[in-house]
């Protein structure tokens, strides 16, 4: 099965120095995604003005992957220095609860386009810090480039979720095929372009949630940069809450 989100479904939020796009809306309980999709719970996109701060606001602890498309951006955390992060950085965090010292703010020279992934962790207890990694156009050019791993392979960036992160650019005429788990969830972002995916056509802003199908695979239309997370294999809630009091289990002892 694939449900399509499409870009103008996303929940706008516009300000002085902000332009905003959530793919979920957790406040909105019309909207069949307002949990997100799978591990997936948040997966935001903003345009920031020069000087602005941005501050990571969660109802649940929560893994953090910052992609920096365009601009400049300083991460500053509790327990660590300031991070400078360009474009073509992904910066992974781990935070707790409505943890208001985890705070992006763009340098006062540039804009700032930057996208957001929020995903459940498999313990309630994380490990605080972060880790960064950069990852240039041309080895992302043509090829799904893993980004983040849970075991950190192919030099990605380690995250503890059962997840597999990827990015691609895609020259037009050309497609990317992903063969998924059986039984397993994946979530496609367009970053910027246009292409078809079966018979959907998307474009940019527009995503797409896969469940139970073998194959996700998407040609593009014209010069087209896509996120992909690959989310294993579906977990129902009973089995996650499971899992959850087992890792809590073995950190006590």
């Known amino acids: 099965m694939i449900i399509l989100r499409k870009s103008e479904q996303r929940l706008q939020i516009k300000t002085k120095n902000q332009t905003a ?27 920031l003005s020069p000087g602005t701060e941005l501050t990571l606001h969660n109802h649940q602890p929560m893994v953090i992957v910052t992609y920096v498309q365009e601009g400049v951006m300083i991460y500053g955390g509790p327990l660590e220095k300031c991070d ?6 992904f910066h ?8 208001q010292n985890h705070k992006f703010k763009t340098i006062l020279s ?25 990852f240039t156009h041309v080895n992302r050019k043509g090829i799904l480039r893993l980004i983040a791993s849970p075991d950190g392979k192919d030099d990605s960036i380690p995250i503890q979720p059962d997840i597999h992160m990827y990015s691609s650019f895609i020259h037009a005429g050309n497609d990317v095929i992903h063969k ?8 496609l972002h367009i970053v910027k372009g246009r292409g078809q995916l079966n018979h959907f056509q998307l474009q940019t802003g527009d995503g797409a949630g896969f469940s139970d199908e073998r194959i996700l695979s998407f040609a593009a239309q014209e010069p087209t940069e896509i996120l992909l997370f690959d989310l294993g294999e579906r977990v ?3 089995a996650f809450m499971e899992k959850r009091k087992i890792a809590a289990l073995s950190n006590t002892r």
Request: net charge negative; glycine share 10%; charged share 25%.
């Open 84 to 89: 400078l992060l360009e474009p073509g950085f």
């Open 92 to 99: 992974r965090v781990n935070i707790d609860v409505n943890a």
């Open 236 to 238: 129902t809630q009973k």
């Open 180 to 187: 998924l788990k059986p039984h397993g969830n994946a979530w």
């Open 21 to 47: 796009w959530r793919t979920f809306d957790w406040e909105n309980e019309s909207d069949s995604l307002q949990n997100g999709f799978d591990r997936l719970k948040i997966l935001n996109e903003d345009l």
């Open 110 to 134: 540039g804009y700032a386009h930057i996208f957001q992934a929020g995903f459940a962790p498999d313990s309630v207890r994380l490990e605080p810090g972060g880790r960064k990694k950069f």
